[in-house]
């Protein structure tokens, strides 16, 4: 298991797997002093999550990275990039983790930005965007809460089409692209300078 520097061990949070499978979480004892809880599925290098939590210091943003060498690598920017004492990160699979442990009704916003694409057709089972996730994304989130998505991969963008068509009468579908994004990833930048097609989508809960 991942130890957090003891610089940090006050602004970070990391629940021992034997204490999660018990019960729901509790968001008011988690962020005692915020009203507005947000999540980022696959923080990665933490980029995005650390520029919009400082962006953001009356809002609580929940950073969940399955993969160890990318949760390692965005702690340590976290270390050095956060200004307020408004995120905390957790090493596990985000879909169980909203799936199991995130109670309904308890978040404004989550956001996917370049989930792995899983491009070969027997892997495609493994993608978070799918309908069925979406649809346990939505159960998630408060009235009016928002689910933010972009990948760059085409047939990923093509497929993310197809799977939230699925399901968009239960959602309000705003236009969403480049210009409309208050924080950007640093791959979102990459790709953007290299001529690479982003697709966009906003989704709000009724």
């Not at 650390?50 to 270390?79: Q, R, V």
């Not at 956060?82 to 596990?92: S, T």
């Not at 979406?134 to 963008?157: Q, S, V, W």
Request: hydrophobic share 40%.
């Amino acid at each position: 298991m991942f130890e957090y520097p003891n610089s940090l061990a006050e602004k970070m949070w990391l629940l021992p797997l034997e204490n999660w499978a018990f019960q729901p979480l509790d968001f008011s004892t988690l962020f005692p002093s915020f009203k507005e809880i947000e999540i980022e599925i696959g923080f990665s290098t933490a980029f995005f999550l650390s520029a919009y939590s400082n962006k953001h210091p009356e809002k609580a943003l929940l950073g969940i990275e399955k993969n160890i060498k990318y949760f390692k690598k965005g702690f340590h920017i976290l270390e050095r990039r956060l200004e307020h004492e408004n995120v905390k990160i957790a090493c596990f699979d985000a879909i169980a983790f909203l799936r199991e442990l995130t109670p309904f009704n308890s978040l404004d916003a989550i956001h996917i930005y370049f989930p792995d694409p899983w491009p070969k057709r027997r892997h495609r089972p493994k993608r978070i965007v799918n309908a069925e996730n979406i649809m346990m994304m939505r159960n998630r989130l408060k009235p009016g809460g928002k689910i933010y998505i972009a990948t760059d991969h085409p047939d990923y963008g093509e497929w993310m089409k197809i799977q939230l068509k699925e399901v968009d009468q239960h959602f309000i579908v705003h236009p969403y692209n480049y210009s409309k994004r208050e924080v950007t990833t640093r791959w979102e930048e990459k790709q953007k300078k290299a001529g690479w097609n982003i697709h966009y989508f906003l989704l709000e809960k009724p």
